[in-house]
């Protein structure tokens, strides 16, 4: 695939979002135990079609009290950085206890792939669509009522079925909070894979929207204090403390570029 390269100027998360996000990866990515890969090589050579001074780094793998591994990477593009994590994982997708060398080299290259995504490139392979948000999703199609002179079953468990808004790009301001609204709104998620997906476009939503001032994420906070509440109530799988440690990062960040601009 041929890209054109972004613009001259420096880089912004939106900036860098709008170019990634609208590259079609599906010729790229691989299905495996029902989960959707894609090439790490590739999403490099496409970072670096588009921005070439982009680096990464692995920072230290942390191990739990069971020998379980996580890996960290870090993206860094001009001045703009995003830190992504992934556990060393089996062909189940379950954590490996005592995961040997060349498991956890491998889980470092996912990681890096899974960070490329928080700047747009394949994002929508994990919010579970298989094109880019651009693309008309093609309805599903349902089945004929079947014909019987039975009751109608009751209503009651299709109720319970959540139905998740469509994922949104982070284009615009406006369409991207009304998304967030209405996951507010719905007041739960599908699963916690879900969950994990929205916690994912929400931090990439505070990185590209509210982040220029502590005024400006303090805001943006107040104006989403029910997506925190959301995540802490639903949350099994750790998404609320990665969500306030991103934001706790995200305030150092800004008092650090704040303190150094005086």
Same mark, same amino acid.
Not at 88 to 108: F, L
Not at 109 to 115: D, E, F, I
Not at 200 to 209: E, H, R, S
């Given at each position: 695939m041929t890209t054109k390269k972004a613009g001259s100027g420096e880089p912004t998360y939106e900036s860098v979002w709008k170019t990634l996000s609208k590259i079609d990866c599906s010729d790229k990515a691989e299905s495996k135990n029902g989960l959707t890969y894609l090439s790490w090589a590739w999403a490099w050579g496409i970072l670096m079609e588009n921005y070439p001074q982009a680096t990464y780094d692995f920072l230290n793998e942390e191990?739990?009290?069971?020998?379980?591994?996580?890996?960290?990477?870090?993206?860094?593009?001009?001045?703009?950085?995003r830190l992504m994590w992934l556990p060393v994982m089996d062909y189940k997708?379950?954590?490996?206890?005592?995961?040997?060398?060349?498991a956890v080299s491998d889980t470092r290259m996912r990681c890096l792939t899974k960070c490329l995504a928080m700047y747009g490139?394949?994002?929508?392979?994990?919010?579970? %669509?298989? $094109? *880019?948000?651009?693309? %008309?999703? $093609? *309805?599903?199609?349902?089945?004929?009522?079947k014909k019987t002179a039975a009751k109608k079953a009751p209503a009651k468990k299709a109720d319970n079925i959540v139905q998740m808004p469509q994922v949104k790009t982070l284009d615009?301001?406006?369409?991207?909070?009304?998304y967030i609204d209405e996951i507010v709104e719905v007041g739960s998620f599908g699963d916690q894979g879900e969950c994990e997906n929205f916690v994912n476009f929400f931090i990439g939503f505070l990185d590209t929207f509210w982040s220029t001032s502590k005024k400006d994420l303090k805001d943006g906070y107040v104006?989403?204090?029910?997506?925190?509440?959301?995540v802490k109530e639903y949350s099994t799988t750790g998404q609320y403390e990665i969500l306030s440690a991103h934001m706790s990062a995200l305030k150092q960040a800004i008092n650090n570029q704040e303190s150094s601009n005086e």
């Amino acid at each position: 695939m041929t890209t054109k390269k972004a613009g001259s100027g420096e880089p912004t998360y939106e900036s860098v979002w709008k170019t990634l996000s609208k590259i079609d990866c599906s010729d790229k990515a691989e299905s495996k135990n029902g989960l959707t890969y894609l090439s790490w090589a590739w999403a490099w050579g496409i970072l670096m079609e588009n921005y070439p001074q982009a680096t990464y780094d692995f920072l230290n793998e942390e191990w739990d009290r069971e020998d379980r591994c996580t890996v960290w990477c870090k993206v860094r593009i001009g001045e703009l950085e995003r830190l992504m994590w992934l556990p060393v994982m089996d062909y189940k997708n379950k954590a490996i206890v005592s995961p040997d060398t060349r498991a956890v080299s491998d889980t470092r290259m996912r990681c890096l792939t899974k960070c490329l995504a928080m700047y747009g490139l394949g994002h929508y392979i994990y919010a579970g %669509e298989d $094109v *880019p948000a651009q693309t %008309e999703p $093609v *309805p599903e199609e349902k089945p004929p009522p079947k014909k019987t002179a039975a009751k109608k079953a009751p209503a009651k468990k299709a109720d319970n079925i959540v139905q998740m808004p469509q994922v949104k790009t982070l284009d615009d301001l406006d369409d991207a909070q009304s998304y967030i609204d209405e996951i507010v709104e719905v007041g739960s998620f599908g699963d916690q894979g879900e969950c994990e997906n929205f916690v994912n476009f929400f931090i990439g939503f505070l990185d590209t929207f509210w982040s220029t001032s502590k005024k400006d994420l303090k805001d943006g906070y107040v104006r989403n204090t029910g997506v925190f509440d959301l995540v802490k109530e639903y949350s099994t799988t750790g998404q609320y403390e990665i969500l306030s440690a991103h934001m706790s990062a995200l305030k150092q960040a800004i008092n650090n570029q704040e303190s150094s601009n005086e």
